[in-house]
């Protein structure tokens, strides 16, 4: 492989980390707010509970089935969270591996390759990595959908 692909192939790999580091970090920031989303709604539920328990004494059995069914969709929701950040940390991990193997990539590049032409070439590589992800995730939203009508 001549040097320059060396380098093209460095930075692809690089900026794919960055946008996989990118998602998961959204993923992240969106789990955060839904597990706050749940705890707050969670405290109402309960706090609606035992108002309609003092004022309506018929209807007590039915809200205690919805707080306790609140709180296995919460325990499920915990459940699913903790999935989420353990395959974060999965991936965080192989972001980590791939960053290094890059690192060490880029470091056989000679310095003469890592400058002028080569170097716009990287980042024309990089470009159309970035639209080819895009495209795949319109793509699998697309797929999605098509699953969802059905």
């Given at each position: ?33 839904l597990m706050a989303a749940v705890a707050t709604t ?109």
């Amino acid at each position: 492989m001549s040097d320059t692909w060396a380098a093209v192939l460095a930075i692809s790999v690089a900026v794919m980390a960055l946008v996989q580091v990118g998602y998961l970090v959204g993923l992240a920031i969106a789990g955060r707010k839904l597990m706050a989303a749940v705890a707050t709604t969670q405290q109402q539920v309960e706090a609606l509970a035992a108002d309609v328990k003092i004022r309506v004494g018929a209807v007590t059995d039915r809200v205690n089935a919805v707080a306790d069914d609140v709180r296995t969709v919460t325990t499920r929701v915990q459940q699913v969270a903790t999935s989420v950040a353990d395959g974060v940390n999965r991936v965080e991990e192989q972001v980590r591996t791939a960053g290094a193997k890059v690192h060490a990539t880029v470091n056989q590049v000679p310095p003469g390759v890592m400058k002028g032409v080569p170097a716009g070439l990287a980042i024309l590589a990089a470009l159309r990595t970035v639209q080819r992800v895009r495209q795949r995730m319109k793509d699998d939203r697309a797929a999605d959908d098509v699953y969802a009508a059905t």
